[in-house]
């Protein structure tokens, strides 16, 4: 292991940099830094007002406190921490970088593991107010391990302007670059050293401390409270002694509670105490949960207090913990490790960057992820492998998850021609399936589904459910039959030759057909839906026509929704219509109708004409009549 560089200057150089004439970096018995949070704690720790002297090591006694340390800095810890190369606009993971394995996988040649170190730092911190470890260097000064050290033994000093750190090693005090010392602070006065929380936080940490062993006590003296012992005049010592021993010796502890006492010699008990509920000492111990809690910074509920916030999930709860509470610390390591652990040339050139993988805390259930997963894989944004990997899992073979898909009824801008679907075939032959009764609608929503992932169960729905009513077209390969003698017997085949016919030929699928009952078939829903509410308002119209509300904002909404999947099946075909505009023009004619009505009786009349004329013009809107070639449409 590399050895540390000695000091390269004599101690008397610092004098001039500390906070005090008077004060010499020679003796140790006179503090380096005020207030006294320095070498002044080897030897003793400072009193509260309580009267329990507190210092770092005893602070971590208190349970709360070691709670919320012990919390803030693992979960630090745990959070992956990597070193990211830019890529374009994006990012990949440099594994080859000299600070990766550090920071990722082990921090020095002692086999600390980055968790450790990471936690290490973080709790002196938190208690001290700074986290230093020494940065080895090879020749080419790329890092090569990280020395916790002691928060105690290190100080940020200036000398002519220039920042250094005194180590303190032993007996021996050295001076080193800052660019060799890796530092997180807390709040700082100067953004140099930060503030000793532990120290600010004396009082509270004492108070919590001294309720603590109050109640130790109080248990301890059989859970009763004093008494004063009246003894008659005359007694000697030697017997008030052993009297005193003899009733100690009965009543000390928690299993001598209770017990039965004989007072001779005329003594007499006097209660001299209050009770534990008098003294308020469960309320003083519950409000000092809340206090150690804010001097940390995290939630109370964290370190056991009644304060928690109603989340309507563990998931919002851990993000507002990250938020408020963590975030802050993953910051500053960030910061640190760039300014610290990256090359000149990558700071200033900037294709190198550090940070946590804050989503491994914030992790929803798994209903949630794959819901999330899912739309991001429709919107176009995230590849099936790197769905995948984020679920810790391997690629599709032969690079099958690495395409990204984008939804049907969106198209690139300024692209003319909008992209023809290789399956659309398929997917109307399912549907004319379904129409024939050959294929159960469950069967055929499942087939759709596993063809075509980016339709949405919704999209799926209002393709299938439809085609359970409607009636099968005539296939116009077969000749329709009719009661009448057979052209063959009739007809001279030598008068009229018919035309070869190739037997060979596959027939071609009138898609267009399809595509346009499945539309027919959605306008006559909503075209439905519009005539029931609209007769239902002419009804309940006192002064009519006057006041018949011809107006209802989520009738547009609502035939759009019906209208979306074929309406983007025919978009795929050359339609330049969208949903929105095919549902502004249903909504339309039927503002038409209701305007021209003179009474309920005419409203019924007009809208049963509307439902059943409206989904074939609709139809000839998006689909006309004559392309029904079994080609997609060309947009005009």
Known sequence: MTTMPTITSSLAAFRGTLPGNSRSIENPNEPLYDPKNWLAEAFGAEESASGVSVNSETALRYAPWWRGINLLSSDVGKLPLFVYRRVGAGKERDSSHQAYRLLRYTANNELMSAFTFKQTLTSHALSHGNGYAWILRSGDARPQELIVLDPRQVIPLRENGRLWYAVRVGFELRRVNPTEIFHIKGLSPDGLIGYSVYHKAKESLGEGMAAQEYGSRFF?????????????????????????????????????????????????????????????????????????????????????????????????????????????WLVRWEDECREKLMTEEQKSSDTHTVEFLRQALVRADIVARYTAHNIAVRG???????????????????????????????????????????????????????????????????MIGAAFPLLSPEQINQIVDPLEEAEPAEDPMEPPVTDSVSTAETEDPEDDPAEPVNQSADPQPDTTGIVRRLVIEAARRACNHLQTHAVKRAKRTKDFPGDLNIDRPQDEERVSEILDAPVSLCQVMGSEHDPDYVSRFIVSEMKTELLAAVDVADVESRMSQFASTLPERVADLLLPKGSTDGTPLSAE
Do not use: C
């Open 380 to 446: 176009g944004w995230e590849s099936r492998d790197e769905v995948r990997s984020s679920e810790n899992k391997a690629p599709l073979p032969d690079g099958q998850g690495s395409k990204f898909f984008a939804p049907l009824e969106l198209q690139i801008v300024g692209e003319d021609q909008p992209k023809e679907v290789d399956d659309l075939p398929a997917l109307l032959s399912i549907t004319d399936a379904v129409v024939a009764g050959t294929l159960p609608p469950d069967s055929a929503k499942a």
């Open 220 to 328: 301890s003296n059989g859970a009763r409270p004093s008494v004063v012992i009246e003894v008659p005049n005359g007694m000697s010592d030697d017997a008030q002694r052993s009297f005193l021993k003899q009733w100690e010796r009965m009543h000390t502890g928690l299993e001598s509670s209770h017990r039965t006492a004989i007072l001779t010699n005329g003594a007499k008990v006097n209660g001299f105490s209050v009770n534990a509920r008098d003294s308020q000492l469960h309320e003083i111990r519950k409000f000092n949960l809340v206090d150690i809690a804010n001097w940390i910074g995290i939630p109370v509920h964290k370190v056991g207090g009644e304060g928690r916030t109603a989340y309507s999930s563990l998931e919002q709860e851990n993000q507002a913990y990250l938020d408020e509470s963590l975030d802050p």
